[in-house]
């Protein structure tokens, strides 16, 4: 059986936060973890055109964020932080996860409302064939809610 450790998740815009997604259409898919800090992110993902831009124009209030490979969206199912919580993240934040999920999964971020039903801000798919490799970092992004995160995580057999 495989296991899939969530390392990191990094906000680039909560939900709703951007005017113009387009801005992000541009980014890879898939980066090395390490791109994420310090100047090489200005390198790989801040000097994409429009991305400065539209973190720029993003709205300051973060993001309720729960971590779940459940699809309903329900907070009581949250992987992390727990069940019923969540953490705020706006853009430019990381959090540390550490949970381990079994894989293969699809990992789903959600951001928690309190009068209406969680919003899916964005999601990753674990491979199986990701075994081995290290440290993985996916862009998970929400058309709809306009979010994009990445996402670190390693899987072990």
Same mark, same amino acid.
């Given at each position: 059986m495989a296991t899939a450790t969530v390392i990191r998740v990094w906000c680039l815009t909560s939900s709703a936060g951007v005017e113009a997604l387009d801005a992000f259409a541009g980014l890879d898919r898939t980066i090395r973890p390490e791109q994420l800090d310090g100047l090489v992110l200005d390198e790989f993902v801040m000097a994409k055109p429009g991305v400065a831009t539209a973190i720029d124009n993003a709205r300051p209030e973060p993001d309720n964020v729960f971590l779940t490979v459940d699809t309903s969206g329900d907070i009581d199912q949250a992987l992390w932080p727990g069940a019923g919580g969540t953490v705020d993240m706006s853009a430019g934040q990381s959090v540390w996860p550490g949970v381990?999920? *079994? +894989?293969?999964? %699809?990992? !789903? /971020?959600?951001?928690?409302? =309190?009068?209406?039903? !969680?919003?899916? @801000?964005?999601? @990753? %798919?674990?491979?199986?064939?990701?075994?081995?490799?290290?440290? /993985? %970092?996916?862009?998970? /992004?929400? @058309? *709809?809610? =306009?979010? +994009?995160?990445?996402?670190?995580? =390693?899987v072990d057999r």
């Open positions: 381990s999920v *079994a +894989a293969p999964a %699809t990992l !789903s /971020i959600y951001d928690h409302d =309190r009068i209406s039903a !969680s919003d899916l @801000v964005g999601a @990753v %798919t674990i491979l199986l064939d990701e075994s081995g490799a290290g440290e /993985i %970092t996916k862009l998970a /992004i929400s @058309v *709809a809610e =306009r979010s +994009a995160y990445y996402v670190t995580y =390693r």
